[in-house]
């Protein structure tokens, strides 16, 4: 009952910048929470940077100063700016939305994953 779609994904080179979007759908009263995280090969799926409703940005470590989150309310989308990127960068980037249904169609609370979109930073 919610969908959560990103894109923007593709082949960069290093050094180089690319704006990944998030759109979430469907039965939606209010969304929470909107994050990125990334799963590179062989790795586990790590925390990259979350915005909460009324609270600044929150991000981890190794992307601060290089990536920005930032979210639309109104129309149900985050983008993940990311610049000076680096071959440590490719990865599968995800977006998760936690999201309050409307009461109709959806109730309670939900977290949904969308599929990826795949950074590629090689020259």
């Known amino acids: 009952q919610v969908q959560v779609v990103e894109s923007g994904g593709g082949l960069v080179q290093p050094g180089g910048s690319l704006r990944l979007s998030c759109a979430a759908s469907?039965?939606?009263?209010?969304?929470?929470?909107m994050g990125w995280y990334r799963q590179g090969p062989g790795k586990e799926r790590e925390f990259l940077a979350r915005i909460i409703s009324g609270s600044s940005p929150n991000y981890a470590d190794s992307v601060k100063g290089r990536f920005t989150i930032s979210r639309d309310n109104a129309k149900n989308t985050a983008t993940l700016q990311m610049n000076s990127l680096k071959p440590e960068d490719t990865a599968v980037y995800y977006c998760?939305?936690?999201?309050?249904?409307?009461?109709?169609?959806?109730?309670?609370?939900?977290?949904?994953w969308g599929q990826g979109t795949l950074v590629t930073v090689s020259s």
């Open positions: 469907g039965s939606i009263g209010s969304i929470n929470t």
């Open positions: 998760k939305a936690g999201v309050t249904g409307d009461g109709r169609r959806l109730d309670g609370y939900v977290e949904v």
